[in-house]
T-cell receptor, first 114, second 111 residues
């Protein structure tokens, strides 16, 4: 199993550009989530999904969209990039939607917005 | 709301024991998770406590006191590879499907 994979590893965007961060897992996990991590801070939940076709907002959803058309994939879309979205983005998954305590994280995407 | 407080940095000597504390204010608190993250890496799950008391997993143990809204991670026989950031995180009993993280404690292990 590859676990949770994320692409790209690094990305530089100009203000106003849009892009999609890809996340996939091959463990047949129901629950998937997106976090952002800023220097010296913990992870903040952006959006999550408890199964295909079901998504909901986390702590910091503004400026981001998600969709979940399959169990495997959970892409995160930046609508119009802003410098405040410079961060490291982690995708994670959990086998049980009702138990988010133990999540498996991808390697992260390091995004810089200039 | 939810908030978790941790010390920003802890330093310890190789072979010693170190405790990383976490206090929380979480409405509908259910349990406390601990994650480890090495520089440039992804967080990895270490342990979870839903009941009061100590859970032991090898050199790592985690403790929870629900009455004090407090938990800690105990690392024994410290090794240089334990230098990393450690995060506590809480989930809720209301099936809100959210794991909320503290800001993390950076552990530096010195020779």
């Amino acid at each position: 199993n590859a676990g949770v994979t994320q692409t790209p590893k690094f990305q530089v965007l100009k203000t106003g550009q849009s892009m999609t961060l890809q996340c996939a897992q091959d463990m047949n996990h129901e629950y998937m989530s997106w976090y952002r991590q800023d220097p010296g801070m913990g992870l903040r939940l952006i959006h999550y999904s408890v199964g295909a076709g079901i998504t909901d907002q986390g702590e910091v959803p503004n400026g981001y969209n998600v969709s979940r058309s399959t169990t495997e994939d959970f892409p995160l879309r930046l609508l119009s990039a802003a410098p405040s979205q410079t961060s490291v983005y982690f995708c994670a998954s959990s086998p049980k939607s009702g138990e988010v305590r133990e999540q498996y994280f991808g390697p992260g995407t390091r995004l810089t917005v200039t | 709301g939810q908030s978790l407080e941790q010390p920003s940095e802890v330093t310890a000597v190789e072979g010693a024991i170190v405790q990383i504390n976490c206090t929380y204010q979480t409405s509908g608190f259910y349990g406390l998770s601990w994650y480890q993250q090495h520089d440039g890496g992804a967080p990895t799950f270490l342990s979870y406590n839903a009941l009061d008391g100590l859970e032991e997993t090898g050199r790592f143990s985690s403790f929870l006191s629900r009455s004090d809204s407090y938990g800690y991670l105990l690392l024994q026989e410290l090794q240089m590879k334990d230098s990393a950031s450690y995060f506590c995180a809480s989930d809720r009993a209301d099936s809100s499907y959210k794991l909320i993280f503290g800001s993390g404690t950076r552990l530096l292990v010195r020779p």
